[in-house]
């Protein structure tokens, strides 16, 4: 039996039944490129869901999470650290807000950003109104938020003071504003409801909708944020500024970090005791994210970002161009881009992941729709042609 049956065995027995698990343990990482028990490699273009965004064990992350393991690890938010002050004035200076709160996870971000959004509201107004298609986390107010009702199969009944907008519908969205409502939340590109760009003009109606009946407007950058998209956050090239942002995935590169920010007005509806994380804004965590901001601001770091992300969907177009009956299109920001099958091929998804790992590349499938190209922004041009061509091999 190999190393990675092994501990595949011995993990099938004690974790939850919660992942469809490809049959490999992992276990080292560098750059673009994972490593499993058995010593073969992988060309990682999912980067654990857009987190690892400096590639895996990222020489400046680790430097800072050594110095800081050294220093200090952790104490409670009764007191301030040093870490924790330096990133969220970081965050504040590269963005429109006045104040951070810091947690965990993009769910615990969107579920600080529902309850800031709710206590800001007023009393009375606590409905929030997400798109369908969306996705917004694992908790059970993130769930009852996320517009997609198979994840919220089982756990009914939900949170109440969630409802839908069509997508892409502003007439559809303004009918559901009632007297209650005190938000929207949508990502400005829908990374799990398959790598769904919001066009500029639709997030600019949204904010003007917002502006007209006085309603937050919470933008969900848990994937597309912390450059993804090829600016800092992925707003600042779509013209359109929301009340309350949220941040978690590439935050601090693989260590557990979530942040939800907001102007001075509307955060002062927090008050202590409000809201709370125990390990939130922890000191390695938020020492991995400055060594993350620091590279990430670098010069020509996000302009690099921008070109490789043209350069992979070039390479994705051609293959639309080459296999039409089987590809639609090509959709996304940066370096988040969608393949999205034809209607009648997109069973075959799953069956092309699984091909892919055979073959040592590591995609996922996003919204039962298109394959998801999330790599880690270090990327390289020849692993971006290595990724496509082994794409076309289990197209044909």
């Known amino acids: 039996m190999s190393e990675n049956e092994q501990w595949n065995q011995r993990g099938n027995r004690v974790l939850m039944n919660t992942y469809g698990r490809l049959p490999v343990t992992m276990v080292r990482g560098d750059g673009c490129t994972l490593h499993d028990a058995d010593g073969r490699e992988y060309l990682d273009f999912v980067a654990g869901i857009a987190v690892c965004n400096l590639g895996h064990c990222h020489p400046a992350v680790t430097a800072a999470v050594r110095e800081q393991a050294e220093k200090l690890v952790h104490v409670s938010n009764l007191y301030h650290t040093v870490p ?58 993130t769930v009852a938020a996320t517009g997609q009702s198979k994840f919220h199969e089982g756990f009914e009944p939900l949170p109440a003071g969630f409802i839908h907008a069509p997508f892409g519908d502003l007439v559809g969205l303004e009918r559901l504003i009632g007297p209650q409502t005190c938000a929207v939340l949508c990502e400005p590109l829908q990374g799990e409801g398959g790598v769904r760009p919001l066009a500029p003009e639709y997030l600019q109606g949204i904010r003007e909708l917002c502006n007209r009946h006085g309603l937050l407007l919470i933008f ?52 202590p005791g409000s809201h709370a994380s125990t390990f939130g804004g922890n000191p390695l965590a938020a020492a991995a994210a400055l060594a993350v901001l620091d590279t990430l601001l670098s010069p020509d770091f996000l302009a690099e970002v921008r070109e490789k992300g043209a350069y992979l969907a070039a390479g994705l177009n051609e293959l639309v161009r080459r296999y039409p009956d089987r590809l639609q299109e090509v959709r996304g920001l940066g370096l988040i881009q969608g393949l999205v099958l034809q209607q009648e091929f997109r069973e075959q998804g799953p069956a092309m992941v699984q091909k892919l790992f055979e073959r040592g590349l590591l995609l996922n499938f996003a919204g039962n729709t298109a394959l998801r190209f999330i790599p880690p922004l270090v990327v390289s041009r020849p692993e971006i042609d290595r990724a496509v061509e082994l794409v076309a091999e289990v197209v044909v």
């Open 84 to 141: 924790q002050i330096e990133l969220a004035e970081r965050l504040c200076d590269q963005s429109f807000a006045d104040r951070v709160f810091f947690c965990n996870s993009g769910a615990e971000a969107n579920e600080a950003a529902i309850k800031l959004a709710r206590k800001a509201g007023g009393e009375g107004r606590y409905e929030i109104i997400s798109l369908t298609g969306s996705f917004h986390g694992r908790t059970l107010a």
């Open 220 to 271: 969900d950058e848990v994937q597309v944020g912390m450059g993804r998209t090829g600016s800092l956050l992925a707003h600042e090239q779509l013209g359109v500024t929301p009340d309350i942002i949220t941040l978690a995935k590439g935050l601090a590169n693989g260590l557990p970090m979530g942040a939800m920010l907001a102007g001075e007005e509307v955060a002062a509806a927090f008050t």
